[in-house]
């Protein structure tokens, strides 16, 4: 059965910087995508980048890009998001999913894959 564990959320100030972590189980291959999604109310869901776990070849949306970096350990079945410069746009619950053989376009994603339970992030001005 596959698991998807986020952490690392809190709150921090314009500027600061976030470390989120999701934690993967069930899977018996490298073959899998992990996404993160943020969402915030009153906003649709976000992509926010993605990693294929296999190669580790990575895409990160535009919206935050320089900003944000997606890394994995397959050691520890973790992908982590390297969230910095963090602004109040940023303020959101961030989630991670998972998808089998694949990274699917963002817009893609849904109840077929693989969901954790999210992380709040609060960036303050």
């Known amino acids: 059965q596959v698991q998807l564990v986020e952490s690392g959320g809190g709150s921090v100030q314009t500027g600061g910087s976030l470390r989120l972590s999701c934690a993967a189980s069930g899977f018996t291959s490298r073959d899998y995508c992990v996404g993160w999604f943020r969402q915030s109310p009153g906003k649709e869901r976000e992509g926010v980048a993605k990693?294929?776990?296999?190669?580790?070849?990575?895409y990160v949306a535009d919206s935050v890009r320089g900003r944000f970096t997606i890394s994995r350990d397959i050691a520890k079945s973790t992908v982590y998001l390297q969230m910095n410069s963090l602004k109040p746009e940023d303020t959101g619950t961030y989630y991670c999913?998972?998808?089998?053989?694949?990274?699917?376009?963002?817009?893609?994603?849904?109840?077929?894959?693989?969901w954790g339970h999210g992380t709040q992030v609060t960036v303050s001005s």
């Open positions: 999913a998972a998808n089998r053989n694949y990274c699917p376009p963002f817009n893609s994603w849904g109840n077929r894959d693989f």
């Open positions: 990693i294929f776990i296999d190669d580790g070849g990575t």
